[in-house]
């Protein structure tokens, strides 16, 4: 979606819901709001709808696109993840083979002990829920993983439908961890553990050294990512 601002042109928002397909829109002065590709925007849960319109609800005399997080995911997931889906699933099952999770700090010690405090639970949670025990390996040299973890993570990213996998791909990219990812998604984890477990080593240097604004922007847009795609979830699975 364009983040280009807007000028407001409705006054009513509502959400419509269809016995015919099941899926729930959202309409401004009774009109269906459609993708920008020009397709029905069209969601499997009313909650998802809901919190669109409610978006579109909050704009004031401008209407700022960026602002409106779940409309994005929707039109994302129904104009760009649906046509090329098997490759999204692909992309984003590729970072188990890479997991943020997986590579620990050399030095000093106490970084170390708060990524291990932080991450090994919940490598322990993917191994015993996702069948998907990794390997941890100390700086940045590459690790293989076991194929059948690989394996394991892949059935689990494939088996989402177009919606969750668009938040999941949202996460997984702001937090470079599918496992963050899949946790958040299950419910394991809220979108402020998310944050926490994702940003370990930018929140280290921040309380050694301060936090720069390049930083705070990138701990920013993490943050907003990972709401997003957790209302996401907590949407799709009411």
């Not at 322990?124 to 590459?142: E, H, Y």
Request: aromatic share 6%; glycine share 8%.
């Amino acid at each position: 979606m364009s983040q280009a601002k807007i000028k407001r042109f409705y006054t009513t928002v509502a959400v419509l819901s269809e016995a015919s397909d099941g899926g729930f829109g959202v309409t401004l002065d009774g009109r269906p709001v459609r993708t920008p590709a020009k397709a029905l925007l069209r969601v499997p849960s009313r909650g998802f709808a809901e919190a669109a319109a409610a978006e579109w609800a909050e704009q004031g005399e401008e209407v700022d696109p960026g602002a409106m997080a779940m409309t994005t995911l929707a039109c994302t997931a129904i104009d760009l993840v649906r046509v090329k889906q098997s490759q999204v699933v692909q992309e984003v099952a590729a970072f188990g083979g890479h997991d943020l999770l997986c590579y620990r700090a050399e030095a000093p010690a106490d970084l170390a002990a708060r990524q291990n405090a932080a991450w090994q639970p919940l490598l322990d949670w993917a191994a015993l829920n996702l069948d998907a025990p990794l390997k941890v390996t100390d700086g940045i040299v590459s690790v293989v993983q076991p194929p059948a973890s690989l394996k394991s993570l892949h059935r689990a990213v494939a088996g989402l439908d177009v919606f969750e996998l668009t938040a999941l791909s949202c996460a997984v990219n702001a937090a470079g961890s599918l496992v963050i990812g899949l946790a958040l998604r299950t419910g394991h984890l809220d979108a402020a553990g998310a944050l926490e477990a994702a940003l370990i080593d930018e929140a280290y240097q921040a309380d050694r050294w301060g936090e720069d604004p390049d930083s705070a922007r990138r701990r920013e847009g993490v943050a907003a990512d990972l709401t997003a795609a957790a209302r996401a979830f907590e949407t799709l699975r009411a």
